[in-house]
């Protein structure tokens, strides 16, 4: 009951040139849950932690660095 | 949760929406490339080619499109050259390019740069200047580097020119096409290159069936040094509006864009016949390659007080 009503905290930082953000996020969250949570779709992210990239169903813990990889076509 | 590989059981680093497939980097990767070089035979991209032009930018696709083609065309002795259009894009387009030089040098390819102020005498910015709006800029910008692509690809004697474009690129050109009401230029479309000229050195999109964030993935589990900024100009673009529905429709529905391209191909096959009478001739100014009596590029330059 209470690791369900448990948050956690990840920090993320979006490419290119965004400032990093906090996103908190109900304990057992995963990647997938992430990007819904900020509004982004899976399509437009890839997304890393500790330099690797992880998939969308990826549990997430509390204080995970993320970084956001936009995919950016034209050019 | 530790998510594996459905092919080697190794730690699933993307889940394929379409498919329902998990891959690790190193099964994507041949995942990806068996698939590419399939298209490229099936779509007779490099047949017959004895000297292919790389259009390589820097950006995620074209450097990807290198790196799974060129094998392929080494195993088959084919020349092998990398070009890039430098348009004169400030704070962008040299990142780009020292990335696209870095690619090439890993394959041992040949490397030129063309620029837009070496042949227009003007760069990109400063034709934004002269237009006093960057609304148009990606117009400007898009048929000039096909022209210098061209013509460049031609003079270094290649007989294919090999782009980038992905399936999101396609899928937003095919839309695009049907919203600007534009029926020929949609029955020109399609992976096969139906016009022909001397002057044309026909082209080839190997990764026409990749979505862009399979490209970057390629990139990243590859180790790839690409250019991941976007051009300062793009968000003027109406494409951007085309894109943003396109990656909604396909959030909710994995395969729409394959199956929209797939479905506006067979549409452009039945709609050539209406078309079959256009011809390529000689621009009257420049003696390229188009469809009219003056080319766009010359049209374009012509309204800059560039020609």
């Given at each position: ?23 908190s ?17 899976r ?33 | ?21 998990r ?24 047949a ?23 094998p392929?065309g080494?195993a ?10 430098d ?48 609304k148009?800029?990606?117009t400007?910008?898009g ?18 020119l090999?782009?980038?474009h ?35 050195v ?100 012509g ?5």
């Amino acid at each position: 009951m209470m690791a369900r009503l448990k948050k956690i905290t990840v920090k993320v930082v979006a490419e290119p040139r965004q400032p990093a953000r906090r996103i908190s996020l109900r304990h057992g969250s995963q990647v997938g849950d992430l990007l819904r949570k900020m509004g982004l779709m899976r399509e437009e992210f890839i997304v890393m932690a500790k330099g690797r990239v992880v998939a969308e169903f990826e549990p997430l813990k509390d204080g995970d660095q993320i970084r956001l990889i936009r995919v950016f076509s034209g050019g | 949760m530790n998510a594996r590989c459905d092919f080697c059981s190794g730690k699933a680093r993307y889940f394929q929406r379409h498919s329902g497939t998990r891959f690790c980097g190193r099964c994507f990767t041949k995942s990806l490339r068996r698939r590419v070089w399939r298209d490229i035979g099936r779509n007779r991209i490099i047949a017959d080619s004895r000297s292919i032009v790389f259009a390589v930018s820097g950006g995620k696709d074209s450097v990807a499109c290198l790196d799974i083609v060129h094998p392929l065309g080494k195993a088959r002795k084919i020349q092998m050259a990398v070009l890039t259009i430098d348009e004169g894009i400030r704070g962008y387009r040299s990142e780009g390019i020292k990335r696209a030089r870095k690619a090439a040098k890993a394959g041992g390819l040949e490397f030129h740069v063309a620029s837009f102020k070496q042949e227009f005498g003007a760069d990109l910015d400063s034709i934004i200047e002269r237009l006093g709006s960057p609304k148009k800029a990606c117009t400007y910008c898009g048929v000039l580097r096909r022209w210098m692509l061209n013509k460049w690809a031609r003079e270094l004697g290649s007989d294919r020119l090999i782009t980038g474009h992905n399936l999101d690129d396609e899928a937003e050109s095919a839309l695009l096409n049907l919203i600007r009401g534009d029926p020929a230029r949609l029955a020109r479309s399609g992976p096969e290159y139906l016009l022909s000229h001397r002057k044309l050195v026909p082209r080839g999109k190997p990764l026409r069936g990749v979505p862009g964030k399979e490209t970057l993935l390629y990139d990243i589990f590859n180790g790839l040094d690409v250019h991941l900024g976007s051009c300062p100009y793009a968000e003027f673009d109406f494409r951007n509006a085309v894109r943003g529905f396109l990656n909604r429709v396909e959030e909710d529905r994995p395969t729409s864009k394959s199956s929209f391209l797939s479905t506006v191909d067979r549409m452009s096959a039945q709609a050539r016949p209406l078309f079959a009478g256009t011809k390529l001739v000689e621009c009257s100014k420049c003696g390229e390659p188009t469809v009219g009596a003056e080319c766009k590029a010359c049209q374009l330059l012509g309204s800059v007080g560039l020609l």
